[in-house]
């Protein structure tokens, strides 16, 4: 498919009241409120294309800048290119899922994390937690410096309520990714989720809530789940 039978498939598939729910979260148009399941029907037929991965992107429509993380061949991703990606997620549907997933699995992940979570733009340091959360659920420990991890665990504990409001919820998130995936630091994981409590997140006006972290981990517990690693970073 070329990236005009794309976008025009995209508008077919055009929800209104997707459209409506996804502009309360952040989003702005260009775009027609594909739902992810219908956006992952177009991914089947195309699969992974580097090329035409870019072209969405740099349509600027928010329904193909997330198929385009979705059909990314990450390792073929260049450092200008992600930043180019990390620049134009302008809302937390791309900056926290896709554009982070596609980071993640990228060359430059760990890099690339580390530099954004000291930003003063809240898309960009949301990006670098989330781009953290999805390397600790899919890479080995031993290819993690668990030491860093640890002193970020510190970090948040101490400062995630004063922070902007994507970065509180993917700092949390990150909390919950260390304490499920990472089993020797799962106990110090449940302390800084204990100490930070309840975060206050604004979500767009919606029922949307941020989960508590101490919670979730204990349920990734109860499974018997902690330290199981996903294969992909993609959802």
Known sequence: MTTQEILDQLKEFGNEQTKKVLTRHGAIEPFYG??????????????????????????????AMYLAGLISEPQKMTKGQ?????????WYYLSEYTVAWTI??????????????????ENIASTGWATLSSIIATKKDEEIDLSKIEELLDIISKTIHNCQNRVKYTMN????????YIKSLN??????????GKVDVEMGGTA?????AKEYIEKVESK???????KTAFC
């Open 173 to 180: 998130g990150f909390v919950i990714s260390v304490g499920t």
């Open 224 to 230: 018997n789940k902690v330290g199981v690693k996903r």
């Open 208 to 212: 949307c809530k941020v989960p508590l």
């Open 34 to 63: 594909v739902k992810v399941q219908d956006l992952k029907k177009i991914q089947k037929k195309v699969k992974k294309n580097h090329k035409l991965a870019l072209e969405l992107y740099d349509t600027g429509n928010s329904d």
């Open 187 to 196: 106990e110090k994981s449940k302390l800084v989720a204990s100490k930070i």
């Open 82 to 90: 992600l930043m180019n990606w990390v620049d134009k997620a302008y």
């Open 104 to 121: 993640a699995e990228s060359n430059y992940g760990w890099e690339l994390a580390m530099e954004f979570i000291k930003s003063d733009k």
